[in-house]
């Protein structure tokens, strides 16, 4: 494949979609790391059970930002297939 022979709106393509696909693995990885983080300061750093409970609810929101991660990875892998099952036909 030369690369003179490929048209603008390829580049383009694969441009937004190295966006998303950083985007959704950026997403993932923050949400780990605030994750474990929270895990960490609820059993070093909580003194009461609201502390505790406040931690805990950090984990859950981070568990539900990687799964939106996870999403936007799935997504990203659709796009990618219409675009070359669909559009480039």
């Known amino acids: 494949m030369d690369l003179k022979n ?33 895990k960490r300061r609820k059993f070093e750093e909580a003194t009461s059970i609201t502390q505790q409970m406040y931690f805990q609810e950090l984990q859950l929101l981070a568990s539900i930002e990687m799964i939106f991660g996870a999403l936007i990875l799935v997504l990203a892998s659709i796009f990618v297939f219409i675009y070359f099952k669909i559009i480039k036909k």
Do not use: C, M, P
């Open 6 to 38: 490929i048209k603008l709106a390829d580049w383009v393509f694969v441009i937004v979609e190295t966006i998303i696909i950083a985007f959704g693995l950026f997403t993932i990885i923050g949400s780990q790391l605030d994750k474990s983080e929270a």
